[in-house]
């Protein structure tokens, strides 16, 4: 299935928290989205891999996405390497999107920088027709470069490079943050019987909407999600950026 927006993260939730804003705005303009994951989380404090894979079957439920898909790459521990750029450019190529969104260039978590890197440089190297990757089936599959990268803003503030309006769908992108239950503040499941955690805490999801909260009033709109980019964009007129 060919994909318009094709957005990586490093773990599941990774997306939920810092796009699916933009990924649900371009979902109603009639675009394909999907997500990949990286890694099935499992070194997470809380829930385990199996618990964290019905949640993003639900997230991406709620979110209406046209694909989704794990990679299975060890959580904490994968590198930007050849092993792991192949399969990321197997993904890439599989579902050949116009553009990728990414996790952010550096932030509190390391996977997230780290991945960030690895998707950035396998972004590249998918479209170089003499690095070969192959279908399940044994199809050699055809090269494929997206046409723009950006990075999404995590914990860690980045000053964004442009900031798309998702207060349309800030409700929706709320829901499918909550439904990784064992992750966050959920109302009415205070009681889990899991260690409290940095992301845990109801102020996490207060910093949360705080953060597009201040994004959206950068641009005159209520909410916002950030963008850092990699190379110039560019416009035919000035009219096309009001």
């Not at 894979?53 to 439920?61: L, T, V, Y």
């Amino acid at each position: 299935m060919k994909l318009d927006l094709l957005a990586f993260a490093s773990h599941p939730d990774d997306a939920e928290l810092g796009c699916v804003g933009t990924i649900l705005a371009h979902k109603a303009l009639g675009k394909k989205v999907g997500i990949v994951d990286l890694t099935r989380g499992e070194l997470g404090t809380r829930g385990t891999p199996e618990t964290r894979a019905q949640e993003s079957a639900d997230a991406s439920a709620i979110l209406g996405l046209d694909a989704r898909e794990n990679l299975g790459m060890a959580d904490g521990f994968f590198r930007n390497d050849e092993e792991h750029q192949r399969l990321v450019i197997a993904a890439i190529r599989k579902y050949r999107p116009e553009i990728v969104l990414m996790n952010a260039i550096h932030d509190r978590h390391p996977d997230h920088g780290r991945g960030s890197q690895l998707v950035s440089e396998s972004c590249f190297f998918s479209g170089l027709r003499q690095v070969k990757t192959y279908t399940p089936e044994g199809e050699e599959q055809e090269a494929w470069r997206p046409k723009a990268v950006y990075h999404y803003i995590q914990d860690r503030f980045i000053k964004p490079d442009l900031v798309v309006d998702v207060t349309p769908f800030w409700d929706q992108k709320v829901e499918s943050i909550r439904a990784f239950k064992s992750q966050f503040f959920t109302p009415g499941n205070e009681e889990t019987g899991e260690p409290a955690t940095y992301i845990s805490s109801p102020v996490f999801m207060q910093f949360i909407e705080a953060r597009a909260l201040e994004l959206g009033h950068s641009i005159g709109v209520t909410y916002g999600e950030g963008f850092t980019k990699e190379r110039h964009m560019g416009v035919r007129n000035l009219f096309d950026l009001l």
